[in-house]
């Protein structure tokens, strides 16, 4: 566990990876750039069996998230997602030309 700007995170830190950027895409989809460069696909839904991620099971809330400090985050930044948890739970996404 880490803590930062007095929010505890699960996990470890991993040096040099914050979301960058974000952009919903549909059906709980949210394509994000990591401060790698690296843009993958997440799935929200993955989290839903967790419960402090059960407002997560409305798309309008799903659709209004932010970027604050390198953090996906929900609900006014009630509800976030650690960059390094983010990265782990997203999928490679390959831009076709």
């Known amino acids: 566990m880490y803590v ?3 929010i505890a995170y699960a ?3 991993v040096e040099g990876i914050e979301v ?3 952009r919903y895409v549909g059906n709980s989809i949210i394509l994000v750039t990591f401060s790698t460069g690296e843009v993958r696909l997440f799935d929200v839904t993955r ?3 967790m419960p402090v991620f059960k407002p997560l ?3 309008a809330v799903v659709q ?3 970027v604050e400090f390198g953090i ?3 609900c006014d ?3 976030d997602i650690a960059p390094e948890a983010l990265y782990e739970r997203s999928y490679e996404y390959q831009q076709v030309a």
């Open 20 to 22: 960058a950027s974000a």
């Open 47 to 49: 989290l839903l069996h």
């Open 11 to 13: 996990g470890e830190p």
């Open 77 to 79: 930044g009630e509800v």
């Open 64 to 66: 209004d998230f932010k």
């Open 72 to 74: 996906l985050t929900w």
């Open 4 to 6: 930062v700007d007095g």
């Open 57 to 59: 099971e409305d798309e």
